[in-house]
């Protein structure tokens, strides 16, 4: 039996369920804990409904723990959960529960960290330990910050709610960022080994979760395109001997094609609906990357300049010079670069590197490349620009 | 029902607003306060007058003491307050938003502990 699975795949969903019935996020993580407790008991085979059973089982598991609890409080939550009106014999998961608890989760009062410690532990089930691995920060700072996170959404209300339409411009954003950045973290993280596939596998699970809830969003397909179409990829973005393998070097035959072909189809529906935004142009590019024999760096640099319209950042437009520099050339790449300011941002000097030494212009990119390699602090990366540094002539 | 604090903070320093930014200022506080009457929301609020005119009272070990001036030495001062009534903190934030843009200044939203 795959309770592991079963796990992933239910505890955000169940735990979402069981903040609306109990109205505290700290008591329904209890109770749904204790409800996987039991089900590792008695689960010889998983019931039809795992979630369903979760959910009921952690209500009365709820309900028995507040009768044992005597305050106020916890009496003022049993009556909620005894008075749900209208309510159907065995409760399952509601989506749009999750679809709330990741816009509590996420809400803009809470600080950048917390948001996504907080999305990890509460809709992907991480335990604290696994969060502070993949982020490399101590496990007491991690648990510190949930604690700190729930306990606002506690005192400030912070509701639990989806928000009206009208809000959500400024409300959508922070979600999809959070999960772009459980994403990115995962694929390059910050230090150690290049690749930590749950984190990539995670946000990617919460990605469809959060299209399926909100289809009619171009921005939130956008982003699980944008997701699934650099994962397709994973497999060539690694050598045999661990080393990084460009875009152009990559063998193409590894590719998942089903993730491609499964992006591709959003990034049509995307267009389709013609409301461009950052996520949607970010998929375009990764799919003209991952279309046909080779890419079509014309293209890539048309999509660029309409990301530099939507998000003038200079990430964007370091970027964008790497398509200037396919199109046109190293040296006008070159001069667009001039005006980049990203400091301590080690793909500056390492694209910088790369167009000095095209251009022949050897010192110059050593220097460049030096510089990189300082500012690196994953060591796959750190390893390919110092094999890139020793191609130039001495 | 939870309540806010709505609080405006000056910083030392920043350049003084014009008289007639001051009267408009004015003007669109009064409107938000009776934007906030008319919603319930409204529990009380004012502006305070300069940092300068502040004294601060201690007891110590049953002898109390009287000081010239604010408690902090700090730049930033509260300069004025709402308190505000709403369910919850994105209502608050809605409030803080308005009166922001009111009053011309940053303002930092802080809940009240629970009564009961």
């Given at each position: 039996?795959?309770?592991?699975g079963i796990y992933?795949a239910?505890?955000?969903r169940?735990?979402a369920t069981?903040?609306r019935?109990?109205?505290d996020i ?6 749904v804990q204790d409800a996987?407790?039991?089900?590792l008991?008695?689960?010889d ?7 369903a ?6 209500r009365?598991r709820?309900?028995?723990?507040l009768r ?5 409080e ?13 309510e159907?014999k065995?409760?399952g998961p ?6 709330r608890l990741?816009?509590?989760c996420?809400?803009?009062?809470l ?6 410690a907080?999305?990890?532990?509460l ?13 490399l920060?101590p496990e ?10 729930k306990?606002?959404?506690r005192?400030?209300a912070?509701?639990?709610?989806v928000p ?35 984190l990539?596998?995670e946000a ?6 959060l299209a399926?809830?909100?289809?009619d969003?171009?921005e ?6 944008l ?6 990829r994973?497999p060539?973005r690694?050598g ?9 070097d990559?063998d ?6 089903e ?14 609906g013609n409301?461009p935004?950052?996520y ?9 990357h ?9 293209q890539v ?23 200037v520099a ?6 006008l ?6 005006s980049?300011?990203l400091?301590?941002?080690?793909l500056?000097?390492?694209t ?11 010192a ?8 990189a390699?300082?500012?690196a602090t ?9 094999t890139r ?6 | 029902?939870?309540q806010y604090?709505?609080?405006v ?5 920043a350049?003084?607003p ?7 200022a004015f003007?669109q ?11 319930g929301?409204?529990?009380?609020g004012?502006g ?7 004294t601060?009272v201690?007891v110590?070990?049953g ?5 010239d001036g ?12 709402w ?10 934030l809605?409030?803080a ?6 009053c ?13």
């Open positions: 039996m795959d309770l592991t992933r239910e505890y955000g169940c735990v069981l903040v019935l109990l109205g700290g008591l329904a993580e209890e109770a996987f407790a039991v089900a008991q008695k689960w085979v998983p019931p039809p409904n795992p979630g059973w979760i959910v009921t089982t952690a009365n709820a309900i028995d723990r044992r609890e005597s305050t106020r916890a009496r003022h939550a049993e009556a909620l959960l005894l008075h749900q009106p209208d159907p065995e409760v509601v989506y749009d529960d999750q679809l990741i816009f509590t996420c809400h803009p009062a600080a950048p960290l917390a948001q996504t907080l999305t990890l532990r809709l992907g089930g991480l335990e604290v330990p696994e969060i502070a691995r993949a982020y920060v007491a700072t991690v648990a510190q910050r949930i604690v700190r996170a306990k606002k959404i005192d400030a912070i509701p639990y709610r009206a339409a009208e809000e959500l411009p400024a409300r959508l954003p922070p979600v999809l960022t959070v999960l772009y950045l459980i994403f990115n973290e995962g694929y390059t993280s910050t230090s150690g080994a290049l690749l930590r596939t749950d990539c596998l990617i699970r919460l990605a469809r979760e399926a809830l909100m289809p969003e171009p939130v397909l956008g982003l699980l395109a997701l699934l179409l650099i994962e397709a994973r060539a690694v045999p001997a661990g080393e990084l393998v460009t875009l152009a990559q193409r035959s590894l590719w998942h094609r993730l491609i072909d499964e992006g591709h189809a959003l990034v049509r529906r995307c267009l389709r409301r935004g950052p949607q142009i970010q998929a375009a590019i990764n799919a003209v991952t279309d046909g024999p080779a890419t079509d760096w014309a640099l048309a999509l660029y300049d309409q990301l530099l319209r939507h998000a003038p950042t200079p990430v964007v437009a370091l970027n964008r010079a790497v398509a396919e199109v046109h050339g190293p040296a790449a070159l001069a667009t670069l001039e980049v300011d400091p301590g941002y080690h500056l000097p390492a910088r590197a790369e167009l000095l030494a095209r251009l022949g212009r050897d110059e990119a050593r220097a460049a490349y030096d510089e390699i300082a500012l994953n060591d796959t990366e750190r390893a390919f620009l110092q540094r020793s191609r130039l002539a001495l | 029902m939870k604090m709505l609080s903070h000056s910083v030392e320093g350049p003084t014009t008289d007639e930014e001051m009267q408009t003007a506080v009064d409107k938000i306060n009776n934007e906030l009457r008319t919603a929301a409204w529990v009380f004012g305070l007058l300069p940092p300068d005119s502040a601060v201690r110590d070990s002898s109390t003491t009287v000081t604010p408690f902090a030495e700090t730049k930033e001062q509260l300069g004025g307050f308190v505000i009534r709403c369910e919850d903190l994105d209502q608050a809605a409030w938003g308005k009166c922001a843009q009111a011309m200044n940053p303002v930092e939203v802080r809940p009240f502990q629970d009564e009961d």
